[in-house]
């Protein structure tokens, strides 16, 4: 038997949750085309033969100018430097950029080895693919480069194949059919935040948060979840809540169906939108997360 962490790292959008979502074989992990979509670690808990492979989807690692953004970047470092892997991904599709460089740079300063992944491998000429690799393994941080499609499955299992033989030997830390340590209460939130995203695209700022606010069990077995949902300033309240309150609708819809699907019973939903302008500097908004307000 082999139990082991793996942390996932890489610029923002390069495919980290999509990855750990198909390594797990179920949704841990939202996604989203807006970038630092993931604000805090999220396990994953995958089995692989007789290993269990504990994916560390982490913040994507950037620049950070506020204070949301240094608290997200500094958990990602952290859960790398705890984890006993570190998979490096990077999007093929796109050029390299500082961000990328930036995380190369890092683990040579640490002198920490990590696995290259090369994600999005369907968007690009294979040509390309081999000059890409070869660029990075110039680096000497890498030990091994994997080029896969996490969105449609290519090369994973050569990557879990790897990983699984990878790890250290020891017991399993998490009964064999768990697939992550979130609470449900923050599950469902974060689920609610991804119908925003998807739903409201540019018309929605990065700066937008969802609390589970209450989560009542009834005897039919059905649950009804409470959420508020935080913006900074009222015009940011009227576009969430859309013409006679539609668009809050349609997200609730959205995120009622796919909780049903999820927890495996019926769901109620019930959001409300509240303006808060200072949520990214109160606490107990980093606390819900596991980020560290004073990072």
Known sequence: MRCG????????????????????????????????????????????GRAQILFVDLPGIFTPKKRLERAMVAAAWNGAEEADMVAVLVDASRR???????????????KRKAILILNKIDLIPYERLLELAARFNETGVFTDIFMISALTGDGLKDLLDKLAARLPEGPWLFPEDQLSDMPQRLLAAEITREKLFLQLHQELPYAIAVETEAWEEFEDGSVKISQIVYVQRPNQKAIVLGKGGSKIKSIGAAARVELEEILDRRVHVMLFVKVREDWA??????????LDFNA
């Open 5 to 48: 962490f793996v942390a996932l790292v890489g610029a923002p959008n390069a495919g980290k949750s999509t990855l750990l979502n198909a390594a797990v074989g179920s949704k841990v992990s939202i996604v989203s085309p807006k970038v630092q979509t993931t604000r805090s670690r999220v396990l994953g808990i995958g089995m692989h």
């Open 281 to 290: 500097e109160k606490p107990d908004s980093y606390s819900q997360w596991g």
């Open 96 to 110: 390299v950029d500082d961000d990328t460089n930036g995380i190369i740079d890092r683990l040579k300063d640490s």
